[in-house]
């Protein structure tokens, strides 16, 4: 069964806690800035891995220091409670 | 001194040798498609260690098994020949 779309309530909820987080079509969007390109490609490494742990993979660009990331559940038709996890995991290994 | 941008005849006669790879946008574009995550971000990987050998890094965009790059020679203002053989390589580590 898939995870269930959160209501507004539950997202505005998860997002007070979200640094840097917000909703862009439908997506939890979030970009990062790193000093270089070796500090970006190691976060998305870090978060490859944590990713294919989840199954739950995200939408990203990356363009030497900046790495954008779109995250929904594409089985769920939304934001689910996954895209919050690795959004907190992406929080935490990027320092915010 | 920035790398010279390629005419329109060297370009073309560059792509000609580049399976996958087109203008779009003044920049060279190309879309892989791996079996899966795993083999899409260990082309990234590979990729990201030849970018910063190089000192020239893509514009990419990764979504599961897919990796969309776009090359362009910033200091250039345009495509050269430091496009051309990030594009080979990507080539060769994709097996195509």
Redesign the interface.
Known sequence: MSAPVLSQQELEQQLSQLSGWRVKDKKLYRQFQFPD??SA?GF??SM?LV??SMGH????????NRVSVELTTHDSGGITHKDVEWARKANSLANF
């Open positions: 390109f070796v490609f998305m490494s490859a990713s294919e993979h995200p939408e990203w660009f990356n363009v030497y």
